[in-house]
Every structure is written in C-alpha cells, then in structure tokens.
C-alpha cells in the first residue's frame, strides 16, 4: 500500500519560470493538504482540497500561487513566476476524510524546490 | 489563535545520554491534537506520535517517552540513551479535533547527537 507520493522530489527553476508540485494521496484518500517548509523553519499550512473543491486557502499567498484536485489524477500545487523567496520544501498531506471520522494524516516525502 | 513554541532551536548531546525537548502551544480549544514528528537529514517528515488532549497519560515507546501536561500546556519529548541516529529536526503540533488537519507546527529543534 503506497504511502503518499510527490514528485518530483528536487525541482529546480529559473525566477520567472513556473513550478508544478504534484501529491498523489493514498489509495482511498479524498482529502489533500499542501505546507511549505522554508529553509530552518517549520512547515506552514497552505491549503486544504477535496476532489474539485478547495476547502480552506487561508495559507496561500495571494499572487502566484495556486493548486487543484481534479477528480482523477494527482493534485497539483502550481508556483507562476517563480522567485528566490519560494525555495522551499513543500509537503503535502492527505487523510481518509474529515477528523470526526478519527483519520490520521500522511505526509509525502515533499518536493525541494530550488529557484536560481 | 493556535501557536505552538519549541524555545530550544539546537540542542547538541553525547551519546547514551537523555534529552528532553520542550513544546509549549496555545490553543482556546476545550480538545485537541499534538503530534511530534522527525525529520532526519534526508527531509521526509516521519510521525512519531499523536496524543488527544482529554489523554494525559504519559506514554512510552521504546526510549522515546512523552509528558504531557495540560496545566501547563505543554508536551514534552524525552530520548533516553540518545544515538547518533535520532540526529534530526524535532517539530511539535498542534490540530484540532474537528474540522481540518491544519496542522500548526512549532519552528523546530534540532537535536545534534554525537560519537
């Protein structure tokens, strides 16, 4: 049973270019979260998906940045122009359904990415 | 608002020695989640433990143990005879028990075991 997987694991991005972060949840997990880890410090919450549905993006910022579930495939998390201040590891999370159901989280293993 | 505060950014031991690892968080919540999670040199975050705030049970798991302590809102994370290999960054959590899984995680200790 594959955990949850994240690719690609190193990204590197000229500034101005554009990053696509993908998170393929467990098998069965409908629920997606994004964090961002910069460098020495803790992850940060970004956003919280659902099949097609974005549930709570009270941690994206507002420009640049934005992500999808779509009902088949992986969710993305997708940085426009990027610049130096996004290198960053992101981790991505996802849970059976919500915590009244008594569900844990799983993280991926994140993605590293690197803006030169 | 949830906070969650880890004061020690680096904490450097000796081989077989014990160490604690603070965590003290803030939350207006009558019940709640806090989680520790690693995260060894090579970055993956690994799940260490999950404790309910209706459980202070301390609990033990091999030479990891956890104190949990509501009055003081905090919950602390002991190796005992440290090894070379829990070398990592140590983040504490904290979620709700309804809702989402917004994590909101502490700034991290990173914990230096040497030879």
């Known amino acids: 049973n594959a955990g949850v997987m994240q690719n690609p694991r190193h990204l590197v991005r000229r500034r101005g270019q554009e990053a696509r972060l993908r998170c393929s949840p467990m098998k069965g997990h409908s629920h997606v979260y994004w964090y961002r880890q910069l460098p020495e410090e803790g992850l940060k919450f970004m956003v919280y998906l659902q099949k097609e549905n974005i549930i709570d993006e009270s941690g994206m910022p507002k420009e640049r940045f934005s992500a999808e579930f779509p009902k088949e495939g992986p969710s993305i998390l997708r940085i426009q122009q990027v610049v130096r201040g996004d290198s960053a590891a992101y981790f991505c999370?996802?849970?059976?359904?919500?915590?009244?159901?008594?569900?844990?989280?799983?993280f991926g293993q994140g993605t590293r990415l690197t803006v030169v | 608002a949830q906070k969650v505060t880890q004061a020690q950014t680096e904490i450097s031991v000796v081989e077989k020695e014990d160490v604690t690892l603070d965590c003290v968080y803030e939350?207006?919540?009558?019940?709640?989640?806090l989680f520790w999670y690693k995260q060894p040199p090579s970055g993956e975050l690994v799940f260490l433990i999950r404790?309910?705030?209706?459980?202070?049970q301390n609990e033990i798991s091999g030479r990891y143990s956890w104190n949990f302590q509501k009055s003081t809102s905090s919950f602390n994370f002991t190796i005992t005879a440290s090894q070379v290999v829990d070398s990592a960054v140590y983040f504490c959590?904290?979620?709700?028990?309804?809702?989402?899984?917004?994590?909101?995680f502490g700034t991290g200790t990173r914990l230096k075991v040497l030879a």
């Open positions: 999370a996802s849970s059976l359904g919500r915590r009244e159901l008594n569900t844990e989280a799983f």
């Open positions: 404790r309910n705030s209706f459980d202070e």
């Open positions: 959590a904290l979620s709700r028990t309804s809702g989402t899984y917004k994590y909101i």
């Open positions: 939350t207006r919540d009558t019940t709640y989640y």
